[in-house]
């Protein structure tokens, strides 16, 4: 299932949050992707391509 977590209709519900989520960070620029361990737990890795991000 790790392959497949931003694929849509994948999950228990309707299998689009992550998928949508994907596709709006892609909008502006922004990767997401799983980077966890299998078996211990999901974790996520957002790169920001540099000057699209503003720190006040």
Same mark, same amino acid.
């Given at each position: 299932m790790k392959k497949q977590i931003f694929s849509r209709e994948v999950g228990k519900n309707t $299998? #689009? $949050? #992550?998928? #949508? %989520?994907? @596709? =709006? #960070? %892609? =909008? !502006?620029g922004i990767t997401i992707e799983e980077t966890g361990t299998e078996g211990k737990g999901a974790q996520f890795t957002? !790169?920001?391509? @540099? $000057?699209k991000y503003r720190i006040e």
């Amino acid at each position: 299932m790790k392959k497949q977590i931003f694929s849509r209709e994948v999950g228990k519900n309707t $299998g #689009l $949050g #992550l998928f #949508l %989520a994907r @596709e =709006i #960070l %892609a =909008i !502006t620029g922004i990767t997401i992707e799983e980077t966890g361990t299998e078996g211990k737990g999901a974790q996520f890795t957002m !790169t920001i391509p @540099e $000057g699209k991000y503003r720190i006040e």
